[in-house]
């Protein structure tokens, strides 16, 4: 998922952690965050590019800003 800039992304994968990363430098990740469950979907907020939704495979939605 692209980021609200257009050199972030957003990545989930099921070791339960939520990364952006900087395309210029994709190497180290941004920004990391624990969700307690595999992100298998990342949505951004629809009116605000601030926060971000995470959907872990337990179905728990974890809000991030």
Do not use: M
């Not at 395309?23 to 629809?46: A, C, F, Q, S």
Request: overall charge positive; glycine content about 10%; hydrophobic content about 35%.
């Amino acid at each position: 998922c692209l980021g609200s800039n257009e050199n972030q992304v957003f990545l989930g994968s099921y070791d339960e952690v939520f990364r952006i990363f900087d395309l210029r430098k994709p190497k180290v990740p941004i920004l990391e965050v624990e969700t307690g469950g595999g992100v298998w979907r990342i949505k951004k907020h629809p009116t605000s590019a601030d926060y971000v939704v995470t959907y872990p495979k337990d179905a728990r939605i974890t809000g991030l800003r």
